[in-house]
């Protein structure tokens, strides 16, 4: 599976920005998808991941409820909803594909990362 994380960019404090993350390759029904995302001089840590059926999703809770995961299985894509977005949501922020959610939840063991696309939020 081939993963595009795209839609990064500059977004004022409180406002919203959209990821998108396009898959190609492997069947992408196959997969539950996630994003990650990492903050300069941090780690790379968790933020939302979805089933393959969009049944289940699950957000760290530093952006509960601000955040919101979908996807199109029609388009191959995943998407991360960004609002009241904060200057510590400042990161690159990536999309990952793996078989089992619990990859995703643990960040360990995932199949498949796409390249990072750059959110900067000014205050």
């Known amino acids: 599976v081939q993963l595009q994380a795209s839609g990064g960019g500059y977004a004022q404090a409180g406002g919203p920005l959209r990821l998108s993350c396009a898959a190609s390759?492997?069947?992408?029904?196959?997969?539950?998808m996630g994003w990650f995302r990492q903050a300069p001089g941090k780690e790379r840590v968790f933020v939302a991941a979805?089933?393959?059926?969009?049944?289940?999703?699950y957000y760290a809770d530093s952006v509960k409820g601000l955040f919101t995961i979908s996807r199109d299985n029609a388009k191959n894509t995943v998407y991360l909803q960004m609002n009241s977005l904060k200057p510590e949501d400042t990161a690159v922020y990536y999309c990952?594909?793996?078989?089992?959610?619990?990859?995703?939840?643990?960040?360990?063991?995932?199949?498949?990362w796409g390249k990072g696309t750059l959110v900067t939020v000014s205050s």
């Open positions: 990952a594909a793996d078989p089992n959610s619990r990859s995703l939840l643990g960040g360990y063991g995932v199949d498949y």
């Open positions: 390759g492997r069947t992408f029904i196959s997969y539950d």
């Open positions: 979805i089933s393959w059926s969009s049944d289940s999703t």
